[in-house]
């Protein structure tokens, strides 16, 4: 990308199942709204309010972050902790390839693109390669299977890629990015078609096939799909509009006779017919629905309340992958919402960094996901006032 290009995205005045990574529970937003082939409501303009300040501590907590990250990319092009094993393609280590796409997001997120002559760009440039090179769809588009993360890693795949095409200055790279898109968005669309229940209809479980859904698995899919249509991809708004209705249903509220929740302060639900009920899981489906122009609707009202009585904890499970949803969705909703979260989260998250810059996830199955995975969400948390991913865009 070139500097001119760059700038373009700079802020402007006025992202218990079995997740991926072996155990991954619970699972960008408008970029020209006029473009959709469908129409959403617009968000108020953000040209009335000038950017916050981004501090020189949250400045230096990133740095330090970025300078532990870098040097966790193998010769391959893959981000782990982990020592190196080899590679060839369609044949990789587990989770490498959802874990390189959270890692790219993280470092693009704070404005580091493919394009760029630096080591951050280089690096961006290199795990872009390492996916297009190694990671081969099945006949129907699946990412999730060379390692074996499932629909979650489908999902991480697919936004990551949705989020990157156009920006390489690789022309085979981005053509290939294109390419997975496009078979990335079929396979969404199939397994969101599958027969299902009236309570599951709309959304996503583990496999293309599972006949269930879930909070976490269904928002990757979703966030996916929006980022997709924001790319130019075909998506049909029954998508869009069957996946919103999913998460809708995990609201958990009494309903009054004309379907409107009675609890305006209530969770989202793991699932829309139960199970746990968490800051993590409100978070996810919070972003979700701002990401689809649900901007006024009760569950969107609602849930932001939840959050701003229950903040996210560091030791909470799940801390890092929700305060990721967390951060993002509150800053989205605006005013108290936006303040309370910028708060929260840069406290927590400053208090929690190690010596080396890392992050290390602290309760039960998380903790096994390890330092780069927590990283990466850290810096997409840090990142919400820097504007450079297009999905995560008021």
């Not at 078979?183 to 397994?191: F, H, R």
Request: net charge positive; with cysteine.
């Amino acid at each position: 990308m070139t500097s001119k290009a760059k700038q373009s995205w700079q802020p402007q005045n006025g992202q218990a199942a079995v997740l991926p990574f072996s155990r991954f529970t619970c699972s960008f937003a408008l970029l020209v709204i006029s473009l959709f082939t469908f129409h959403l409501p617009l968000i108020p303009s953000s040209a009335a309010e000038p950017p916050p300040t981004i501090s020189p501590q949250v400045k230096q907590s990133i740095d330090r972050a970025v300078r532990w990250l870098l040097p966790q990319q193998k010769s391959s092009g893959y981000f782990s902790e982990q020592k190196e094993q080899q590679v060839k393609r369609g044949e990789i280590p587990q989770n490498s390839a959802a874990m390189t796409s959270l890692a790219i997001m993280g470092l693009t997120s704070i404005g580091n693109m493919p394009g760029d002559p630096t080591p951050e760009g280089q690096a961006v440039a290199k795990a872009l390669k390492f996916m297009v090179d190694n990671v081969t769809p099945d006949e129907n588009g699946y990412l999730g299977k060379n390692d074996r993360s499932r629909m979650y890693g489908h999902g991480i795949m697919s936004l990551m890629i949705m989020e990157m095409l156009g920006m390489s200055q690789d022309e085979e790279v981005d053509r290939k990015l294109r390419k997975m898109a496009e078979g990335a968005v079929k396979l969404i669309l199939q397994s969101q078609k599958v027969p299902k229940s009236d309570s599951n209809r709309g959304g996503w479980r583990y496999e293309p096939q599972s006949s269930d859904a879930d909070m976490s698995v269904s928002v990757w899919q979703l966030m996916s799909l929006r980022a997709a249509k924001n790319a130019g991809l075909a998506v049909p708004s029954d998508a869009i509009s069957d996946a919103v209705a999913y998460i809708k249903r995990s609201y958990r509220s009494e309903r009054d006779s004309l379907g409107n929740p009675r609890d305006m302060a209530a969770a989202f639900s793991y699932e829309p017919y139960g199970g746990r009920q968490t800051f993590s899981t409100t978070a996810a489906g919070l972003l979700s629905l701002l990401a689809c122009g649900q901007y006024a609707a009760p569950e969107t009202i609602g849930s932001s309340n939840f959050l701003l009585k229950s903040p996210p904890e560091i030791n909470e499970p799940w801390f890092f992958y929700g305060n990721y949803y967390y951060a993002q969705s509150m800053y989205q909703r605006g005013g108290d919402y936006a303040a309370t979260a910028r708060r929260k989260t840069e406290d927590t998250l400053l208090k929690a960094q190690a010596g080396d810059g890392s992050w290390l996830p602290r309760n039960g199955n998380e903790k096994s996901q390890g330092p780069v995975y927590a990283t990466s969400l850290a810096l997409l948390s840090l990142s919400v006032y820097h504007h450079f991913l297009p999905i995560y865009q008021k």
